[in-house]
């Protein structure tokens, strides 16, 4: 990185960034980003939060038709970007790229500075191109970056019963602890999700009560939902049943509750 920066002729690969203290990593990676053209700048700062990326992603974010040049470029100068081929379902040979992840941590550090408030439309454009292509989990990753939570609910009301039957119980648990305190407190379904991953994913058979009863009281100061009402009973009284025989005459009366309702 000492020698690139300097404008000498050895490549970046042949210095191991390991024995670069970050700070600098820092400095250095400074003058390389300095270094380039306000375009390419521009490319590096909005491409920097994707963990991986092809030109296709790249245009779409930028509105551009080049990036297949300017990925060749940084990867050419060695800047800190790895390139692998991937194979498509169809056989297709794709090369995607990735950035060194101390580059990417300063890429980012800059790209919060530099943008601000305009990079929640460069996630909304993310999440778009991702939700497009059919991936939900990553189209809920950048919904939720860009703060936009109604999208993000909407796109997890959809799909979570898909995603929690593939056991991506760790994804549901942090996609729905992002969401705003407020927004999951006053949500009945995002309560009644936290009770199923606590159950479920944490064990916490008193966590789930804790939630499931949060969501019961919502659904019943709100009205009009039945069905979600019945789901919400049910699974209270199968927690009520794991939680043992001290338990289970609570767990006969909701289940009484739900035969008296229908």
Avoid at 188 to 194: A, D, I, N, P, V
Avoid at 233 to 247: D, F, R, V
Wanted: with cysteine; aromatic share 12%.
């Amino acid at each position: 990185l000492i020698i690139q920066s300097m404008d000498k002729i050895a490549k970046l690969e042949d210095i191991s960034v390991g024995f670069i203290p970050e700070n600098l990593f820092g400095y250095f990676a400074d003058e390389i980003f300095q270094g380039q053209n306000e375009n390419i700048r521009d490319f590096l700062l909005k491409t920097s939060f994707l963990e991986t990326f092809d030109s296709e992603i790249c245009n779409m974010l930028l509105g551009i038709e080049n990036s297949s040049e300017i990925l060749e470029y940084l990867a050419g100068k060695n800047i800190f970007i790895e390139s692998i081929r991937d194979i498509t379902e169809k056989d297709n040979i794709i090369i995607k790229y990735s950035y060194n992840q101390l580059f990417r941590a300063f890429l980012m550090s800059r790209s919060r500075e530099i943008l601000g408030e305009k990079l929640n439309q460069v996630f909304k454009k993310i999440a778009l191109y991702f939700a497009d292509s059919g991936n939900t989990e990553e189209a809920l990753k950048y919904y939720l970056l860009a703060k936009d939570y109604n999208t993000a609910f909407e796109l997890l009301t959809e799909h979570f019963q898909g995603i929690f039957d593939r056991s991506r119980f760790e994804f549901l648990w942090d996609t729905v602890s992002s969401f705003e305190g407020s927004t999951l407190e006053n949500n009945k379904r995002l309560l009644f999700y936290k009770c199923l991953l606590s159950k479920y994913y944490k064990g916490s058979l008193d966590e789930a009560l804790v939630f499931i009863d949060r969501a019961i009281a919502k659904a019943k100061e709100e009205a009009g939902d039945h069905n979600f009402l019945v789901s919400c009973l049910t699974a209270k009284s199968e927690i009520l049943i794991n939680q043992g025989a001290g338990k289970i005459n609570s767990a006969l009366e909701i289940l009484n509750e739900l035969e008296n309702s229908e």
